[in-house]
T-cell receptor, first 113, second 112 residues
Framework: NAGVTQTPKFQVLKTGQSMTLQCAQD?????MSWYRQDPGMGLRLIHY???????DQGEVPNGYNVSRSTTEDFPLRLLSAAPSQTSVYFC????????????FGSGTRLTVV | TQLLEQSPQFLSIQEGENLTVYCNSS?????LQWYRQEPGEGPVLLVT?????EVKKLKRLTFQFGDARKDSSLHITAAQPGDTGLYLC????????????FGKGTLLTVNP
């Protein structure tokens, strides 16, 4: 089925470890974003991309890197995991032609111990 | 930072009751979206409103965008247990609707 695919679904990391959260979409959407969702905080934008080769910071970018080498893929890298990065991470994409209304992945639940 | 405040934060009702949840801001948005999220899943888009005063209906759900495009409401008629979930509003700014500002959500529980 067309949509946004995130892997892994669950991950436990030790403080200081690094990892990459994968995100792929098959809808040829130009725009892709990463959000984190924490209890009582809602969804907060980490990084976003308006097209291949173009990325920018959102509201809470510290500790995360992204790249967009293809239209389809938008991985999120945690450089040195910290307990404060324990969260649920969502990747989302949207078409510039549509302009409004994201398609979200099913999320990655990350625990940093 | 443009903030969106949702109320109530929690709502527990009986099947068949009506309810309204609110999404308010002091800032103007070019578009306002409503999503529903179920446990373990990502948010799913319900509706987008872009015109001040616009009303959209989706079966038993009625969405309204305020005249000044600063607020929105979601009304559910005759709620059903399947309506249970986290309802999120999100605002987009003109020229950058891909950078959404989300409210913290309203957690709705509909009891049989």
């Amino acid at each position: 089925n067309a949509g946004v695919t995130q892997t892994p679904k669950f991950q436990v990391l030790k403080t200081g470890q690094s990892m990459t959260l994968q995100c792929a979409q098959d809808m040829n959407h130009e725009y892709m974003s990463w959000y984190r969702q924490d209890p009582g905080m809602g969804l907060r934008l980490i990084h976003y991309s308006v097209g291949a080769g173009i990325t920018d910071q959102g509201e809470v970018p510290n500790g995360y890197n992204v790249s967009r080498s293809t239209t389809e893929d938008f991985p999120l890298r945690l450089l040195s995991a910290a307990p404060s990065q324990t969260s649920v991470y969502f990747c989302a994409s949207i078409s510039s032609g549509q302009g409004i209304g994201y398609t979200f992945g099913s999320g990655t639940r990350l625990t940093v111990v | 930072t443009q903030l969106l405040e949702q109320s109530p934060q929690f709502l527990s009702i009986q099947e068949g009751e009506n309810l309204t949840v609110y999404c308010n801001s002091s800032s103007v948005f070019s578009s306002l979206q409503w999503y529903r999220q179920e446990p373990g899943e990502g948010p799913v888009l319900l509706v987008t409103v872009v015109t001040g005063g616009e009303v959209k209906k989706l079966k038993r759900l009625t969405f309204q965008f305020g005249d000044a495009r600063k607020d929105s409401s979601l009304h559910i008629t005759a709620a059903q247990p399947g309506d249970t979930g986290l309802y999120l509003c999100a605002g987009g700014r003109k020229g950058s609707n891909y950078k959404l500002t989300f409210g913290k959500g309203t957690l709705l529980t509909v009891n049989p």
